[in-house]
């Protein structure tokens, strides 16, 4: 995977959802928490402009989010549709429910795109291979 064609999209990243007192704050917690949403996204964004990413030529976009199974399915499926090369990471998105994460990630990203937690997605941006990455991705 080459960083210099690769751009890393968050979707929904506002108040509503992150903070408390958020309007669908509360719905979406437990799932973040579970996921380390927010850290994880944090560390693949630093990483991902560290390698390189963000640039003109964008071959392959790397999805996280909010809503797992609405704005980044969609996104994820219009991406796809454009010929892009869509990464949908795991550990970077949340929704209402741990079972419609489950379902999203199980039965809907593999048709449209690479599902891979963010440390797997830095180790490929980076040419290291996943094997030797340890992390809290999704299990599933």
């Known amino acids: ?5 690769t751009a890393v999209v968050l979707i929904e990243y506002q ?7 958020g309007s669908l704050h ?3 917690k437990g799932v973040m928490e579970q996921e380390h949403m927010l850290p994880n996204s944090v560390e693949t964004v630093e990483k991902a402009r560290e390698l390189g990413a963000r640039s003109r030529g964008i071959t392959t976009i790397a999805l ?3 809503l797992t199974n609405c704005c980044v399915e969609s996104t994820m499926r ?5 010929g892009f090369e869509v990464i949908t990471l795991k550990d970077c998105t949340a929704t209402l429910s741990e079972e419609e994460q489950r379902l999203a990630v199980e039965k809907n990203y593999p048709m449209f795109s690479r599902p891979m937690d963010h440390n797997e997605f ?7 291979e996943a094997a030797e990455t ?7």
């Open 1 to 5: 995977m080459d960083p210099k064609t």
């Open 15 to 21: 108040n509503d959802f992150t903070s408390e007192g």
């Open 26 to 28: 509360d719905a979406v």
């Open 64 to 66: 996280g989010g909010f």
């Open 78 to 82: 219009t991406g796809y549709e454009k």
């Open 122 to 128: 830095i180790a490929k941006l980076s040419g290291i």
């Open 134 to 140: 340890t992390g809290r991705g999704y299990s599933g």
